[in-house]
């Protein structure tokens, strides 16, 4: 399993705390978008984020809590991401966005709040590279992973007999429950962030 570091919940020194994160042993870093609609809080501008992370050199995994994906597509593909996520929830055509993201050269992701029944990705799969399962309300680190999230995982395992995605789990991911997570890339952002020694952490996860 791949770990995708979230740097959400780091407040200070936001700048070196991407740096440690990128030099430690991490596989992506997940870059959480947030524009103050389809969640309450908002991030910082495209600007700043392309600025902090102009020389990473860890693959991007981007993750959009955005209403207007395309604008926002538009931005973060700049940053020559591995893959760019959007949520099934606020998308007329999920298609469209899938094939707008495939057009830059970059994977495309969707990803489903915790209440929204996984069934309504059924006719996507064929068609997506990547399904991102909140395990919590998307719009904050920190918070508790909710447990229905196994059946989901269950689910998309299943179907992946027959199907080519990856599988990625996002929100309150801690050395314990990660034993359970039967997924390609776990997102993870308090359990590291939150101490000082981000590769000790890491090594607990693996
Ligand atoms: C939540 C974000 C997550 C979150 C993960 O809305 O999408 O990426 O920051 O952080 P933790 O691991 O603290 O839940
Ligand atoms: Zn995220």
């Known amino acids: 399993m791949k770990i995708s570091a979230s740097y959400l919940s780091i407040k200070d020194n936001i700048e070196e705390n991407i740096k440690r994160l990128d030099n430690s042993k991490i596989d992506y870093i997940h870059v959480d978008v947030m524009d103050g609609m389809f969640v309450p809080n908002k991030t910082l501008n495209f600007s700043i984020i392309k600025n902090i992370?102009?020389?990473?050199?860890?693959?991007?995994d981007i993750h959009l809590m955005v209403n207007d994906v395309y604008s926002y597509i538009d931005k973060y593909a700049k940053l020559n991401p591995e893959f760019i996520t959007f949520h099934?929830?606020?998308?007329?055509?999920?298609?469209?966005?899938?094939?707008?993201?495939?057009?830059?050269?970059?994977?495309?992701?969707?990803?489903?709040?915790?209440?929204?029944?996984?069934?309504v990705l059924d006719d996507l799969l064929d068609y997506v590279d990547l399904i991102l399962?909140?395990?919590?309300?998307?719009?904050?680190?920190?918070?508790?992973?909710?447990?229905?999230?196994?059946?989901?995982?269950k689910y998309l395992k299943d179907k992946k007999k027959c199907y080519h995605y990856v599988v990625?789990?996002?929100?309150?991911?801690?050395?314990?429950?990660?034993?359970?997570?039967?997924?390609?890339?776990?997102?993870v952002g308090s359990f590291i962030t939150n101490y000082d020694n981000y590769d000790e952490q890491i090594e607990k996860l693996k």
């Open 53 to 60: 992370l102009s020389n990473h050199t860890k693959d991007l």
């Open 88 to 119: 099934y929830e606020v998308v007329d055509d999920p298609y469209l966005v899938i094939d707008y993201i495939k057009s830059y050269g970059i994977k495309a992701g969707i990803s489903i709040k915790p209440n929204t029944d996984i069934s």
């Open 133 to 153: 399962v909140m395990s919590v309300e998307p719009g904050k680190g920190g918070q508790k992973f909710l447990e229905q999230t196994y059946d989901k995982l």
């Open 168 to 187: 990625e789990v996002d929100g309150g991911v801690n050395d314990t429950n990660i034993k359970n997570l039967k997924c390609d890339i776990a997102v």
